[in-house]
């Protein structure tokens, strides 16, 4: 079947279509039905069935002869180290870690932190959880001990498991210090912390709460396999928001399982005994997805890389990768394609390697630029496929499924909704737009398997953020629009979360970091245009009156504070010191039309502005630290 007939079906008769696919997963006992839409908003896929997801990403492979191909390969330039995973190997070390979560009282439904870096023990960790029904939540290491806290506080783990450090290119990230500290500042205790030592810098252990990962393994027996209602969740991923406050997606065991199963074939087109590599960090969705569930539930060798796409040690590094382990699919943000074009423009490294068995490059994360696209097809001859998605459905709203139908390429689209997703183009009034024009991006309800059934213990702000601007639709974030071939074009967001390097962060979160320097009377945090980061967010920054010290000093003590406050990742360095922000005449601060003045792009005086001299205040102080221009 084509694509188009494939859209069809899955639209026609969603319950149909998603029960054939379940087929692909195994079950410990059948769903009562395929999809519970007995209390709207709220959709629940396969309900009243029961699984184990680790089972489906290690056991049954191992069951079905896979014992002996690698599952995992951990490729480490940072620590000059490799090691190969067989499934049984996995299984085993899955089953031990398991046990071990075990002796510290964890069980079904307990929550268990991930606090680590691109090592294999993360990946254990996390299936160790699903073996036995914990829910685990991995948060980013790049974020600072003040948003683990945050994320303490919220999923209240009774365990937290972490590395000792990550390893940047340019510095070791001492991981332990920041976990004390997180703990330290939440107001909910762990009862437990297991703490991966590594070589290059083991942490100090606290005594009665902290036990290194190898003593904790060591004296463990190893777990089996529990039955989890399909509805359970499986982990939460907090997410950036609007506000400061970050939202905990939950993914379920069931749909997760299987839209999961089913994207490896039908969008990326991948089979078992493949190799998938999904170039990004087990902190953020696309690890959660395609570093772990998606390729280990499809029977696939996946690539675990902790480096950079430069400088580890140079701008070859990928194609050493792809030829080295043999990957077929590669994934990753665009933002790395950039890195590699600045920095060998001619990719004339890729002459040293041969990448016989490379046949697709996906990329998402944020927009993908067509220079981007252009680049990565001349160099690669592969297909190369934008694809859009979010953490919150956890796997491809839009697509060229490969698997499928190769759709041709439209440069700066992902191309088409992929079945299960009905997307629409609204105005502000919930009314369709014509083809062509911008609006709002929505996905009528129900949305597929795999996505969100809500947020972590707050069914109202679910609500709230994503089902309550049109009844009977959910609310991407997302503006852009639709062709007349029915192609999507994913534009910008409506809110204020940026997008860094492929990495999202709210501006309020940010905000609300600088506010809390004692000279800071007013701020706003804008995204503006960056030609290798997508977006960098800039401050701009009104001081309390009488406030004289050296505007300088007060620059570097804000940027310090937002890394240590959000964390390194929102890579903020920018700061302008003005004397007010320009708002509307509520009181609204115009952060669009900062933006746009930034960006040196055209822009409307806001009917609505209380004053207008203060555009021009604004366009000066950007312009001072290198913005601002026209071109
Ligand atoms: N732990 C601690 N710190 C981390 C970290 C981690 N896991 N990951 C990143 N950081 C730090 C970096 O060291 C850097 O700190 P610095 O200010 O001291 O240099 C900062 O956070 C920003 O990191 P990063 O976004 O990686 O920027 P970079 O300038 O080091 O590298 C790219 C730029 C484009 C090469 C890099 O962003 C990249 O590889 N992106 C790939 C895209 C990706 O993985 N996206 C995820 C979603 S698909
Ligand atoms: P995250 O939840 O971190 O995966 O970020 C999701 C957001 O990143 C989306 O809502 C979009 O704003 C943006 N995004 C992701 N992929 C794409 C894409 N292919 N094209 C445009 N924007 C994208």
Not at 312 to 330: Q, Y
Not at 469 to 489: K, R
Request: charged share 25%.
């Amino acid at each position: 079947m084509g694509y188009q007939a494939v859209y069809d079906r899955a639209k026609r008769d969603p319950a149909g279509f998603w029960d054939e696919v379940a087929g692909a997963i195994d079950w410990d006992s059948a769903w009562d039905r395929v999809l519970d839409a007995s209390n709207p908003p709220f959709y629940r896929w396969f309900a009243g069935a029961t699984l184990n997801t680790c089972f489906n990403a290690v056991d049954r492979h191992v069951l079905a002869g896979r014992g002996e191909q690698a599952a995992i390969i951990y490729d480490s330039p940072v620590t000059s180290t490799q090691e190969t995973i067989s499934y049984a190997q996995l299984q085993d070390r899955v089953a031990r870690f398991a046990g071990a979560l075990r002796d510290q009282g964890v069980g079904k439904g307990d929550r268990v932190i991930v606090y680590m870096p691109m090592v294999p023990e993360a990946v254990i960790a996390m299936l160790a959880c699903a073996r036995i029904g914990a829910v685990h939540s991995v948060v980013f290491g790049g974020f600072s001990a003040r948003e683990l806290a945050t994320r303490i506080d919220d999923a209240k783990p009774k365990v937290i498991v972490a590395g000792s450090c990550g390893i940047e290119p340019n510095r070791v990230v001492h991981y332990k210090p920041l976990l004390d500290e997180a703990i330290e500042l939440a107001t909910h205790k762990p009862k437990r912390c297991i703490v991966l030592q590594r070589l290059q810098e083991p942490g100090e252990l606290i005594a009665d709460r902290d036990t290194g990962w190898a003593e904790a393994v060591a004296a463990a027996t190893p777990a089996e396999c529990v039955p989890i209602a399909a509805t359970d969740p499986l982990y939460i991923l907090y997410t950036s928001g609007t506000t400061g406050q970050p939202k905990g997606v939950v993914r379920d065991n069931g749909g997760h399982a299987v839209a999961l199963h089913w994207s490896m074939g039908s969008v990326y087109d991948v089979k078992a005994g493949e190799v998938f590599w999904a170039a990004s960090d087990v902190g953020w969705v696309v690890g959660h997805s395609y570093i772990v569930y998606g390729p280990l539930l499809a029977g696939c060798t996946t690539v675990l890389y902790e480096g950079k796409p430069v400088g580890t040690p140079d701008a070859g590094a990928f194609w050493r990768v792809i030829e080295e382990h043999g990957v077929n699919v590669l994934f990753t943000a665009p933002t790395a394609f950039r890195a590699i074009k600045r920095a060998d423009p001619r990719g004339e490294l890729l002459a040293d390697y041969d990448l016989a068995g490379f046949r697709a490059l996906f990329l998402a994360g944020e927009r993908c630029d067509p220079d981007t696209l252009r680049w990565a097809q001349e160099m690669l001859q592969v297909p190369v496929i934008d694809h859009w998605w979010q953490t919150e459905t956890g796997w491809a709203i839009a697509a060229n499924c490969l698997g499928i139908e190769r759709l041709p390429v439209k440069p700066g689209s992902p191309t088409v909704a992929v079945p299960g997703y009905d997307v629409r183009v609204l105005d502000e009034d919930g009314h369709a737009v014509a083809a062509g024009d911008i609006g709002r991006i929505l996905i009528k309800l129900p949305l597929p398997p795999g996505c969100l059934p809500t947020l972590w213990g707050d069914d109202q702000r679910f609500v709230e953020s994503y089902l309550s601007a049109v009844d009977g639709y959910y609310l991407t974030g997302d503006a852009g629009y639709l062709d007349e071939d029915g192609y999507i074009f994913v534009m910008s967001r409506i809110d204020d979360v940026i997008n860094v390097a492929g990495h999202r962060l709210s501006t309020g979160g940010i905000e609300g970091a600088l506010a809390s320097h004692a000279d800071v009377a007013e701020c706003a945090v804008i995204g503006v245009a960056d030609e290798l980061k997508g977006e960098l967010p800039v401050g701009l920054v009104v001081l309390k009156a009488g406030v004289t010290r050296d505007s300088t000093a007060i620059v570097n003590e804000l940027i310090a504070l937002v890394r240590d406050e959000v964390g390194p990742v929102a890579a903020f360095k920018h700061v302008a010191i003005v004397e007010r922000l320009p708002k509307t005449r509520s009181g609204k601060i115009l952060r669009g039309t900062m933006k746009r003045i930034a960006d040196g792009r055209e822009y409307r005086m806001p009917a609505t502005i209380d004053d207008p001299a203060t555009l021009d205040e604004i366009k000066q102080a950007l312009a001072a630290i290198g913005y601002a221009k026209r071109g």
